[in-house]
């Protein structure tokens, strides 16, 4: 089994910047693409930003130039640093990881728990 566990949500200004974190544990072999999704209230969830193993990225048209996505491969953790944050961005942030438990399993999505992010105009 693999647990995701998400910390940095908080209640921020507009304009303010907050860093999210979410550190993956179990049973793990390779970590294919990790990321983070956001659901607002009353919304469908939506990709926010995803990361390659090889660190390759992909964001939201929203959130380009304000957000960066990283990872440190070897504490199997990715985060989000979030920048320039808007009232609009206000959302439970969940992160997910694509995960091989062996070298010969298929691998299959993980998701956090989710963390709230509230902006305040």
């Known amino acids: 089994q693999v647990q995701l566990v998400e910390s940095g949500g908080d209640l921020v200004q507009a304009g303010g910047s907050l ?3 979410c550190a993956a544990s179990g049973n793990i072999f390779s970590i294919n693409d990790m990321g983070w999704y956001r659901q607002a209230p009353g919304k469908q969830r939506e990709l926010v930003a ?5 660190g ?13 996505v990283s990872r440190d491969n070897a504490k199997n953790t990715v985060y ?15 992160c997910y990881a694509n995960v ?3 070298r010969y399993s298929y691998p299959r999505d ?11 105009s």
Do not use: C
């Open 110 to 120: 993980y998701w956090g728990q989710g963390t709230a992010v509230t902006v305040s």
């Open 80 to 94: 989000l640093q979030m920048n320039g944050l808007k009232p609009e961005d206000t959302a439970v942030y969940y």
């Open 19 to 21: 860093r999210l974190s």
């Open 100 to 102: 091989a438990y062996s």
């Open 56 to 68: 390759i990225t992909n964001y939201a048209d929203s959130v380009k130039g304000r957000f960066t």
């Open 50 to 54: 995803s990361i390659s193993h090889g």
